[in-house]
C-alpha cells in the first residue's frame, strides 16, 4: 500500500477521541449549572441520542446548524423533567469546553509522527469550524496536517462525495494516491468509497475485522480498496 502520497484522516473518534472528551466536557458543565452529577449518565445517554439523530439530519441538510446547537440540550432537558437551565448555554458552554480537551485515540500519536514523514497528511472531518480546529490546536494534533477540510467551510458534510472531491483538488491529489482513514463505515468508507478513493476503515470496537455481508456487497460493487484495521498501530505494517 506505499503507492499513495496523501492520506486524508477522519478526525473524531478516529485520532481526537470524540467520546472521551465530549463526557469530559459536559461533565464539566454539570457544577456550573447546578446539575447533580447523580444524574450524569442518564443525561449523557440520552444527550447523544439526539445529538445523533440531529447531525444525522444536519447531514442531510435538514437543519441548520443554529437548530441543531439549540434542540439537542434543550430536547435533553425536557426529557429529563430538568427545569431553570437554558440548552442554549448549556450548549455555549459545552463548545467552549470541550475542544480544550485533548484525549486522543490510542496510538494516535505513535502513528502519525512516522507517517508523517512519509506522506501528505490532511483531515477531513464534519462539525463546526470553530470547534475542530481548536481540537487540533490544544491536542497537538495540528503539526502533522497539512491541510484541514471542514465540513461547514466547505458546504458538504461527509458522505457527500463534494467534500471528497474539493479535499483532492486542494491538496491537488490523485484518486490513486489518495487514502481515507476513519471511523464510520457509513460516513468516512462509503463516502470516501464513492468518490473513488481506497479506505482503512479503523473499527476498534468490532470483535474482528472481517466484513459483514452488507458491507461485502459494497465491496463488491465498488474498484476501491478496502482494509479494516481494529488499532491504529495496525497501520504501519500497512504504510511504512
Not at 481548536?134 to 458546504?155: Q, R, T, W
Not at 460493487?221 to 500497512?238: A, Y
Amino acid at each position: 500500500m506505499t503507492h499513495y502520497r496523501h492520506l486524508f484522516f477522519d478526525l473524531d473518534n478516529t485520532i481526537w477521541d470524540f467520546n472521551r472528551n465530549s463526557r469530559d466536557a459536559l461533565m464539566g458543565c454539570f457544577p456550573v449549572f447546578g446539575l447533580e452529577l447523580s444524574l450524569f449518565e442518564e443525561f449523557f445517554r440520552i444527550y447523544n441520542l439526539h445529538n445523533d439523530a440531529l447531525w444525522e439530519l444536519y447531514r442531510r441538510n435538514g437543519i441548520s446548524k443554529e437548530d441543531l446547537s439549540k434542540a439537542r440540550f434543550n430536547l435533553t432537558l425536557e426529557e429529563m423533567g430538568i427545569s431553570g437551565i437554558d440548552g442554549r448555554e448549556l450548549n455555549q458552554a459545552y463548545l467552549a469546553g470541550m475542544p480544550l480537551q485533548t484525549r486522543l485515540c490510542e496510538g494516535a500519536m505513535e502513528v502519525l509522527a512516522p507517517l508523517a514523514c512519509k506522506y501528505q497528511l490532511h483531515i477531513i472531518t464534519n462539525g463546526f469550524s470553530e470547534v475542530q480546529y481548536k481540537k487540533l490546536g490544544h491536542s497537538g494534533l495540528a503539526p502533522f496536517f497539512s491541510k484541514v477540510f471542514v465540513s461547514e467551510e466547505i458546504k458538504a458534510p461527509k458522505p457527500a462525495p463534494e467534500i471528497f472531491r474539493h479535499a483532492l483538488k486542494s491538496c491537488n491529489a490523485r484518486k490513486r494516491e489518495s487514502l481515507m482513514i476513519g471511523d464510520s463505515w457509513e460516513v468516512d468508507i462509503l463516502g470516501a468509497m464513492n468518490a473513488g478513493i481506497d479506505q482503512i476503515h479503523y473499527a476498534p470496537d468490532l470483535p474482528d475485522a472481517s466484513f459483514t455481508p452488507a458491507e461485502s456487497e459494497s465491496l463488491h460493487k465498488n474498484r476501491t480498496l478496502t482494509r479494516r484495521i481494529q488499532k491504529l498501530t495496525d497501520l504501519i505494517p500497512l504504510l511504512l
